[in-house]
């Protein structure tokens, strides 16, 4: 397989003329707004960003050592990564301006019309293992490292606004 072949999301080569040629449209979204009991909508204050790699990482070698406690593995996190083993490349999100409005898109980062790229790869924009807790079958708490996960402390992409300058 060559290594264009792995590279199949939009935005992933430089080249915006080769990367429409190769490459589908992004999809496009705006951010989810929050709804009061009176039916007022108001903005999300921060966003996250998250993806389940540790879940999926069974051809790691070691293999992703998941658990922390109850029971627990003896190199907790070893083995998990991002990127996947075998990967090139794995899509992130990104922001463009359409007008005025702020728009999420998901794929590489030279999609073009992107404003802002999180870091640019999905190392960066998932950032560390985040511990999950779970019940245990023995009524006590279990931690399992689940995810990749970074929080911003603030909405890059308001719905309907022009977008944070950060």
């Not at 359409?98 to 794929?107: A, E, Y």
């Amino acid at each position: 397989m060559t290594r264009h072949a792995r590279h199949t999301w939009p935005g992933t080569f430089r080249n915006p003329a080769q990367d429409t040629k190769f490459h589908a449209q992004p999809v496009i979204f705006s951010s989810p707004l929050l709804v009061d009991p009176r039916g007022k909508t108001s903005d999300f204050s921060r966003v996250a960003f998250e993806a389940d790699l540790p879940r999926i990482e069974d051809q790691t070698n070691p293999p992703c050592q998941r658990h922390l406690f109850n029971p627990s593995d003896p190199n907790p996190g070893r083995g998990c990564v991002n990127l996947p083993v075998g990967a090139d490349f794995y899509p992130i999100y990104s922001t463009r301006l359409d007008g005025h409005r702020c728009s999420w898109q998901i794929g590489g980062p030279y999609i073009p019309n992107t404003k802002e790229t999180f870091g640019g790869n999905s190392t960066v924009e998932y950032g560390p293992l985040l511990a999950s807790f779970y019940p245990a079958p023995n009524g006590k708490p279990q931690y399992i490292l689940e995810n990749f996960h970074r929080t911003l402390p603030f909405n890059p992409c308001p719905a309907g606004h022009k977008g944070s300058d950060r």
